[in-house]
């Protein structure tokens, strides 16, 4: 008889497969599907998911889960084991029933949500909004039964597996502690440097799109393995071996897309290097939303707005733009891409006020899943704490409690993997230049290979051998440590 | 309880969706994915396909068709479970060791086609075809056993539901009768007409592009539903609400690539057509092969080729490439389109001399199959039988016994289709005009909706709720005659 592990592998074989043909489906509906095709795709999708699940909580997949643990595995296939026993949990412990209210309710939701942003509704969306959340708040109780975990640990694990409240709650009032002063004495400091200088346009799309592949080569995008198309809202997909990335063009300011599309190339250089042994098995996939954030960061905040790597960018646009002028000289570029300022949306916002406006989440998802906040309330918590950690208060819940489509859609839980990817990015950037000091000078040359080869080796190739707190201490000898984080922002906001 | 009957709805639902989703990778693959992803994207098919196998054949399936039996069941319903039966029947008789060491076979055998072709070398094929061809002649003999057929014939079925040799032997006699001095009147009267002009290019992709986008448009191609795309291999994919296709573009000469498109847009057209409210049912698909193809020939050969269509094409073509004079006028359009010649390619061949290939095919795998002919002894019965039916001996197999794929890959039981469709659409083409006289007048203004309303409420939304020889009669009046067919050619290779 095959032994149950062995057994398992296929099966999580074919959950990848599944999964990874819905990505293949998902990227279509994005990039090139023609509109008519929505209603039969959407009902692919949905009984693709269905599929997903069922061979995910098949009985069958528990018995074997069970058997399993008296193989005799080596230390990936623990670690395998593991991650299909973390998904099965986490899948077979809420009823079927509940898995499509939720997915109902925050659909419906969503939808609700996009018409009642743009009118400023908070009032309107409410009950919509309650309903999901209160669906979310049972699977969390569910979840939090099964898990051994407390109802919102169990929704912060879905995203971030073992991260706990115990360990993030101090790292953010660390954070919540430091920042506000630092955002101040960061805007003093820019206040009393020369202004910034626009750059004129148009941007044509073709040219933005050939300098972002540019881009995408120096980091070590590799165009045999993936594409780069054109979507509504950019993102990653794809599996290690054929990654699909998208971004959208701004023809007025080709300057955040291009952020954006080596925001992206960070995750994609992860998915890359995920290790080829273990393709479409879960210890081969990557290690959870905050260890893929750092990806995205390191490349887009660490390495791509550093003055080195700057230096060596500005030209090239300017090149690829016909531009020339003080507007195009590097020491502007650093400004515009260093501009520090209190805002009110978090996708806009900078690195330094970032953390605050993902402190502002995990506080109020805290308060609304532990029950200490009503939802009616929220609009007024939010004001506080916007007062408190950014220092500025929304006209509006438009800009303020309704900007993000994580609640509506039900995606709680997930917030916190923002700012501990920011922490991790800084902690894994300050190691790999410890271990590699060449990596400042590369950048300056628009090289990546030393900070990627140190990436593929301590990061991307271990997949989920190890659990995220122990690849840290792995990769940089200590836990995640706040001081790292806010050490690199004074360097770079403050001492330059 | 469910109604078995139910019950086989969903399983056959999802059946369509893992090969729908499996459609859209191998669009993807075609037309648009990084060479990188091919080991990954062979692996997901793979997996789809032995899913898909595995559903099917699920003794489940089995129990259930037999209870749902005594279901009480409308005539779509009835239609639907005969479907469901039919395939359950076919993929579940062969065992699935044989069904791995065909496809095994198969793909090694046309890998090594692709090099013997060239090389002119079927000595060296041999032996992997033999594999291939005793491997077909297994399954034939098994499927023959379940389905009560004989063995080829239980070959045809899998692409030809209920197509027999008993009825499509005296049909190919009948045409390899007729066809061979036929050819030698339309070859002697073509040789006393006016020279064909040559069209001189280039003629750019994107010019190309736009032509055939207005020529779908105008046959009703809805680009809300489709999209046109390039591949090395033109086909026509996706689902009814979503149809992808693709062709590819020759710079020198854009008349044959014209064509391609209109032909893959009438295969495009029927799978659009199909009954709405049977979507990813077995009888809300298409009939078979031969009514496939039937529909790709209604609008290329009869409708496309026809004079009153080419007369509005002629000048639409001048117009997108800036041609004048005689060579780009309607008549000379005509003659090119209308050129008979003894060829010895197939897939070049034009409409006179096609179907002598196709019968040729037909007799030598039926003694292939049977065991009459040793597939050493194929080149001499190939040189024969072109000799006799088309007129010409190929110089060497490679334009001989080794052109196509179909036998290398395993497709045994498919070339009778070509010749099926052919009669076919000169049927349903005859029976439309007569039944709508205004259709010649309509394709003369390059409007095909007198065209493509009949053929929609006749055969289009039909799905499989008839047999093809039930549904050819309620259309048409008639079983398959071939006699409309010959008169078709004679009419336009002789009388006009």
């Not at 029933?97 to 969503?110: G, M, P, W, Y």
């Not at 020491?331 to 300022?341: M, Q």
Request: charge should be negative; include cysteine.
């Amino acid at each position: 008889m095959t032994a149950a592990y062995t057994q398992l592998e296929a099966r999580f074989k074919r959950l990848a497969v599944i999964r990874d043909s819905a990505g293949v489906l998902e990227w279509d509906l994005q990039t090139l599907m023609p509109p008519g095709g929505a209603q039969a795709r959407t009902e692919q999708l949905a009984t693709l998911s269905v599929m997903a699940h069922e061979l995910l909580t098949d009985p069958r997949t528990g018995e074997l889960l069970e058997r399993a643990e008296t193989d005799a595995l080596n230390a990936w296939q623990q670690a395998n084991l593991r991650g299909m026993t973390r998904e099965w949990r986490h899948a077979s412990s809420v009823p079927a029933s509940l898995v499509e209210a939720r997915a109902k309710a925050n659909t419906e939701c969503e939808f609700a949500w996009r018409k009642a942003r743009p009118a400023n509704d908070f009032k309107g969306l409410l009950p919509l909004l309650q309903k999901v959340l209160d669906l979310a708040r049972e699977t969390a109780a569910i979840k939090g039964e099964a898990l051994g975990l407390s109802p919102y640990d169990a929704l912060i694990d879905q995203y971030e597996p073992g991260a706990r409240q115990a360990e993030i709650t101090p790292l953010f009032d660390h954070l919540a502690a430091v920042l506000p002063e630092l955002i101040t004495e960061v805007i003093d400091k820019q206040a009393r440097r020369p202004a910034i200088l626009e750059l004129s346009g148009p941007f044509p799309a073709a040219t933005q799109m050939a300098l972002a592949r540019r881009m995408m080569q120096a980091v070590g995008f590799d165009f045999d393995h993936g594409r780069l198309d054109t979507s509504a809202h950019p993102f990653c997909s794809g599996v290690p071996d054929d990654i699909r990335m998208t971004t959208r063009w701004n023809e007025t300011d080709f300057l955040p897309g291009l952020m954006g599309v080596l925001h992206e190339t960070g995750h994609a250089m992860y998915e890359r290097g995920l290790p080829e042994d273990w393709r479409m098995q879960p210890v081969g996939a990557a290690l959870g939303m905050g260890l893929h954030e750092s990806q995205s960061l390191i490349v887009e905040m660490q390495a791509s707005r550093s003055r080195e790597f700057i230096t060596w960018l500005a030209p090239r646009a300017a090149e690829a733009f016909n531009g020339s002028g003080p507007a195009w000289s590097a020491e502007n570029f650093i400004r515009i891409y260093g501009k520090v300022e209190r805002s009110l949306i978090r996708v806009d916002a900078d690195e330094v006020t970032y953390p605050c406006h993902i402190v502002l989440r995990y506080r109020l998802e805290q308060a609304l899943i532990g029950g200490d906040l009503k939802l009616a309330d929220l609009p007024g918590a939010w004001a506080d704490g916007m007062k408190a950690l950014v220092g500025i208060v929304p006209p509006g819940d438009k800009d303020g409690c309704l900007q993000d489509i994580h609640w509506p859609g039900g995606g709680w839980g997930y917030f916190p993997s923002y700012t501990l990817g920011a922490m991790t990015a800084a902690q894994l950037f300050d190691a790999a230049r410890r271990a590699r000091p060449e990596i400042p000078t590369a950048l300056g040359r628009g090289d990546f290979v030393p900070l990627m080869g140190w990436l593929r080796e301590n990061v991307h190739s271990k997949g989920c051998l190890l659990p995220a707190h122990e690849l840290l201490i792995a990769a940089t000898g200590k836990p995640l440590d706040p001081q790292i984080f806010l050490r690199h922002l004074r360097t770079r906001y403050l001492d330059s």
